[in-house]
Every structure is written in structure tokens, then in C-alpha cells.
């Protein structure tokens, strides 16, 4: 039996643009070459935990949870889930955790991206992965998550004077529901199948030819 531990980060764009990028990932341990630009992405999250970290959600988002944004508890790892020949798991980093008077929390994740509809399907296996860890931590004790969302940062501007900058925008929250049901479904229907798969029967989409070549390159320089 095979244990397999997941990022959620993963399962957003990764999952959904290359499924030979993932499978080659998963069970192959080839591990995609890391690019510059996700950079200025964690600095932007980084400067709103710090900014909003101790201060209530809504007084940055109206429509936010009611409760305090906290940052201290990161690193997250899920239980193990059986099925079939694997063990899946998922372990992660989380952005933020707001805590509500009950004692229950909301799960949030911070996006600096332009507001769409798509949002909240684009984040859902993600943020649910996340949820499975703290709710069903493989150590420690579980917390109650009430919901879930995106904090997103939507740029519209930049300012700049005398040396510096500004870049401005519109805050927003975007709620994702909890579905474990679906979330269980995807494992079952999605997940392990492509996991069982063997590499030539898996369909290359348009974003594969990248990886491909990546592929390819890995290859001959191990050889």
C-alpha cells in the first residue's frame, strides 16, 4: 500500500491543466521546476497577514466572517485516507485561520487575482484539502471549521511618488461551501483513478506540451 501526500496548493491550476504534470508528480516523484514569479505573490500574502493579523475580518472585508484573523498555526497535515491501494493524505501551509467567540473557525486563503465568478470552484479542492487537515489532523487536536473562503486582493492601480509605489485595489470575500460529500467523490472518482492509470493512456491537453518538453529535457540530462 502507497502512501501518497498531497498539496493542496496542487489541486487549483496543477490539477486542473496538467494531469501528466501531476500523475509524473504523485507517482513518479518528477517534480515540476519552480518559477520566479510566484515570489511577488507570497510577498503581497505575506503583507496582509501582517497587516490584518489580530484585527477582526470584517473590519477589512464587510461581508468576511465575524471573528479574528490568526496566523500562528501554518503547517498543517492531514489523516491518512484509505482507498484501494493508497493512503492520501494532504499537507500543507495555510494562510489564516479566523477565530470566531464559539470557539469554531473560518478557514481563509489570500488571492491577489481579479474577482470572477469562477473563484470559488477554481479554490473548492484546495481549501477543502486544507479543511480535512485541520478538521482531521493526523496529530493534535480537530478544529470545528464553519466555512471557508478566499480573501481577494483585487488590484486596480498602481501610484508611485518620489521613489515609491502604491499598488492599489479592492478587497473581497468569496465564500466556498463545505462539501465533504463532493470532496470524498472527487478522491473516489477523479483522484485515484488517474493515480491507477498507466502514463500513455492519460489525454495530454494543450497544457501539457510545456511540461512535456520538460519532461523530455529531464530525461536526457539523467541519461
Not at 47 to 64: C, E, G, T, Y
Not at 77 to 91: A, V
Not at 184 to 209: A, C, T, Y
Amino acid at each position: 500500500m502507497s502512501d501518497i501526500w498531497i498539496s493542496p496548493s496542487d489541486l487549483s491550476f496543477f490539477w486542473k491543466d496538467t494531469k501528466i504534470g501531476f500523475f509524473d508528480k504523485y507517482k513518479l516523484d518528477i517534480y515540476r521546476p519552480k518559477h520566479a514569479f510566484p515570489s511577488i505573490f507570497n510577498a503581497i500574502d505575506q503583507h496582509m497577514k501582517d497587516s490584518f493579523d489580530q484585527k477582526n475580518a470584517q473590519d477589512v472585508v464587510k461581508s468576511a466572517p465575524n471573528g479574528i484573523f490568526i496566523h500562528n498555526e501554518e503547517k498543517v497535515k492531514s489523516e491518512l485516507i484509505t482507498i484501494g491501494q493508497y493512503r492520501i493524505g494532504f499537507k500543507g501551509n495555510i494562510d489564516s485561520l479566523i477565530k470566531h467567540d464559539d470557539g469554531t473557525y473560518s478557514l481563509v486563503d489570500y488571492k491577489t487575482t481579479s474577482l470572477k465568478d469562477s473563484l470559488a470552484d477554481t479554490y473548492f479542492l484546495q481549501l477543502m484539502a486544507y479543511c480535512m487537515c485541520l478538521s482531521k489532523p493526523m496529530e493534535g487536536k480537530p478544529k470545528v471549521i464553519r466555512s471557508m473562503g478566499l480573501i481577494v486582493f483585487d488590484p486596480k492601480g498602481f501610484i508611485y511618488s518620489h521613489e515609491s509605489g502604491l499598488l492599489n485595489g479592492s478587497m473581497h470575500w468569496v465564500e466556498i461551501p463545505i462539501d465533504i460529500p463532493r470532496f470524498k467523490k472527487w478522491i473516489k472518482d477523479e483522484l485515484v483513478p488517474l493515480l491507477d492509470s498507466n502514463r500513455d493512456d492519460i489525454e495530454v491537453g494543450w497544457h501539457d506540451n510545456e511540461w512535456k518538453r520538460y519532461i523530455e529535457t529531464f530525461y536526457l540530462e539523467k541519461e
